[in-house]
Nanobody, 121 residues
Framework: QVQLVESGGGLVQAGGSLRLSCAASGTIFSLNYMGWYRQAPGKQRELVGTIINGGSTNYADSVKGRFTISRGNAKNTVYLQMNSLEPEDTAVYYC???????????????WGQGTQVTVSS
């Protein structure tokens, strides 16, 4: 089995910063890319950004220039540095990874349990 565990969410004032972390563990054979989605109340889940093995990143237009995704030295970790936070960034943030498990021949997406980020005005 594979687990993704997020941490770092919380309450912050507008203009502030937070850093989310996510660690993938378990029977991982190879990891392709990792990233973050978010879901605000009453809205659909949206992609925040992705980082692939080579280090290339892409971001939603709404967070470009404010959020940064990076991988840890342990390649099964991913971070989301969020600066200049706005009330519109309030959401549950989900880590995800596209990876291949040991003994499985397919690449699949795995998700964390989510961490709440609340930005007050």
């Amino acid at each position: 089995q594979v687990q993704l565990v997020e941490s770092g969410g919380g309450l912050v004032q507008a203009g502030g910063s937070l850093r989310l972390s996510c660690a993938a563990s378990g029977t991982i054979f190879s990891l392709n890319y990792m990233g973050w989605y978010r879901q605000a109340p009453g809205k659909q889940r949206e992609l925040v950004g992705t980082i692939i093995n080579g280090g290339s990143t892409n971001y939603a237009d709404s967070v470009k220039g404010r959020f940064t995704i990076s991988r840890g030295n342990a390649k099964n970790t991913v971070y989301l540095q969020m600066n200049s936070l706005e009330p519109e960034d309030t959401a549950v943030y989900y880590c995800y990874a596209n990876l291949r498990e040991v003994l499985l021949g397919t690449w699949n997406d795995y998700w964390g349990q989510g961490t709440q980020v609340t930005v007050s005005s």
